[in-house]
């Protein structure tokens, strides 16, 4: 018996998935549909006969959204993030959420920093008015731009989170003589993080002491909205603020607020709490915000090898092989008291608790 995938895509007309990609999904002989979704409903209308659903960001995979797919037995997410997909209501319905933890942690590093030189250095406005000349005939445009740039020697730089990216993050700013980097993070140890030449310091300590702060957590309850107003009130006036990571730990209106009245200095976001960010939203009226639309994870190696790894956690979890990423590994309980129970859910699927090698 077939069984049948589904890839969503949040809009319609998009270049659909890699190649790549569905060639895995092909050659395993699944039933493959590429739907564009934009809400709930559209989600559902997808899902009904699917067995996976391999999701992006937007639209959330919700509690409603799983409990009206009875078939379904894997969502999955590429990359490590999974904060769009309700894990609770995954795991009591006893589907399982995977994602590829690791495959995007260079490219999101590299982002950071170069939002970061990007502010430092004024390439884009310094290459705009080169460009048109004024270097030759008018540089007077050329010195507010010149007038901004920073030197990153000597400054402190603080990490929020210090899993892979993090990690990643603090090896490529090594190089530009910080004169320390400290970071945030309550699940880390002083001794993983003294592999790195990091000190694990509080919240408080991070945003008063940094002179360039970057984000690297993924969202959580605990961490909704972490950075507010009263948070960009307790920093620098010079400080340089930077989120690869997820929108919501950030309060979008708190930080167009501490932009446009010199709360802050600058920012570099690649995310937004709701994406896409509308084209009226206050952040796009500050002049000291460079922003970019979520594409920090992506390059010629992700789409390729990213995109695979998506896909063969799709064939593996429907054929009992070893998987990318298991993001709730409880749901292997759930999944044994279901069988228990006689549903059927997972007939004709190799079991994910005995015969499975989740890594």
Same mark, same amino acid.
């Given at each position: 018996?077939?069984?049948? =995938?589904?890839?969503?895509?949040?809009? %319609?007309?998009?270049?659909?998935?890699?190649?790549?990609?569905? !060639?895995?999904?092909?050659?395993?002989?699944?039933?493959?549909?590429?739907? $564009?979704?934009?809400?709930?409903?559209?989600?559902?209308?997808?899902?009904?006969?699917?067995?996976?659903?391999?999701?992006?960001?937007?639209?959330?995979?919700?509690?409603?959204?799983?409990?009206?797919?009875?078939?379904?037995?894997?969502?999955?997410?590429?990359?490590?993030?999974? +904060?769009?997909?309700?894990?609770?209501?995954?795991?009591?319905?006893? &589907?399982?959420?995977?994602?590829?933890?690791?495959?995007?942690?260079?490219? =999101?590093?590299?982002? %950071?920093?170069?939002?970061?030189?990007?502010?430092?250095?004024?390439? *884009?406005?310094?290459?705009?008015?080169?460009?048109?000349?004024?270097?030759?005939?008018?540089?007077?445009?050329?010195?507010?731009?010149?007038?901004?740039?920073?030197?990153?020697?000597?400054?402190?730089?603080?990490?929020?989170?210090?899993?892979? &990216?993090?990690?990643?993050?603090?090896?490529?700013?090594?190089?530009?003589?910080?004169?320390? &980097?400290?970071?945030?993070?309550?699940?880390?140890?002083?001794?993983?993080? +003294?592999?790195?030449?990091?000190?694990?310091?509080?919240?408080?300590?991070?945003?008063?002491?940094?002179?360039?702060?970057?984000?690297?957590?993924?969202?959580?309850?605990?961490?909704?909205?972490?950075?507010?107003?009263? $948070?960009?009130?307790?920093?620098?006036?010079?400080?340089?603020?930077?989120?690869?990571?997820?929108?919501?730990?950030?309060?979008?209106?708190?930080?167009?607020?501490?932009?446009?009245?010199? &709360?802050?200095?600058?920012?570099?976001?690649?995310?937004?709490?709701?994406? *896409?960010?509308?084209?009226?939203? *206050?952040?796009?009226?500050?002049?000291?915000?460079?922003?970019?639309?979520?594409?920090?994870?992506?390059? !010629?190696?992700?789409?390729?090898?990213?995109?695979?790894?998506?896909?063969?956690?799709?064939?593996?979890?429907?054929?009992?092989?070893?998987?990318?990423?298991?993001?709730?590994? !409880?749901?292997?309980?759930?999944?044994?008291?279901?069988?228990?129970?006689?549903?059927?859910?997972?007939?004709?699927? *190799?079991?994910?608790?005995?015969?499975?090698?989740?890594?």
């Amino acid at each position: 018996m077939s069984h049948k =995938v589904v890839i969503t895509q949040s809009t %319609a007309g998009r270049s659909g998935p890699p190649q790549t990609m569905l !060639d895995v999904l092909n050659e395993a002989g699944l039933e493959v549909e590429v739907v $564009a979704c934009g809400n709930e409903n559209d989600m559902i209308s997808a899902g009904k006969d699917a067995d996976v659903m391999l999701v992006g960001t937007v639209p959330h995979t919700t509690r409603k959204v799983l409990e009206s797919l009875p078939k379904l037995k894997m969502v999955g997410r590429s990359g490590v993030g999974v +904060d769009s997909i309700d894990l609770e209501a995954a795991t009591e319905l006893g &589907i399982c959420v995977t994602n590829t933890p690791g495959i995007n942690t260079s490219e =999101v590093a590299d982002h %950071a920093m170069a939002m970061l030189l990007t502010i430092t250095r004024q390439v *884009p406005e310094l290459n705009k008015y080169t460009k048109e000349g004024a270097w030759s005939d008018d540089p007077s445009k050329l010195m507010p731009a010149r007038n901004r740039l920073r030197r990153i020697a000597g400054t402190t730089v603080g990490i929020y989170g210090f899993g892979n &990216i993090g990690r990643a993050f603090s090896n490529r700013i090594k190089g530009f003589g910080p004169e320390k &980097i400290i970071a945030h993070d309550p699940y880390i140890p002083q001794s993983v993080a +003294d592999l790195y030449g990091v000190k694990l310091v509080s919240f408080d300590e991070l945003i008063s002491q940094s002179d360039i702060i970057t984000v690297h957590s993924p969202a959580t309850a605990e961490n909704n909205h972490a950075f507010n107003l009263d $948070a960009f009130s307790k920093m620098k006036d010079n400080v340089i603020f930077i989120n690869c990571a997820r929108g919501p730990i950030v309060n979008e209106s708190d930080l167009a607020h501490a932009l446009n009245n010199d &709360i802050i200095y600058s920012a570099g976001i690649d995310v937004t709490e709701i994406e *896409p960010l509308d084209a009226e939203s *206050p952040l796009l009226k500050s002049d000291n915000l460079f922003i970019t639309p979520h594409y920090a994870g992506g390059s !010629d190696f992700t789409a390729s090898e990213g995109s695979k790894r998506w896909a063969q956690n799709a064939v593996n979890i429907l054929t009992g092989q070893k998987l990318w990423g298991l993001a709730n590994p !409880d749901v292997k309980r759930v999944i044994t008291i279901m069988r228990t129970n006689g549903s059927n859910k997972w007939d004709n699927i *190799p079991d994910p608790v005995t015969d499975f090698d989740f890594m």
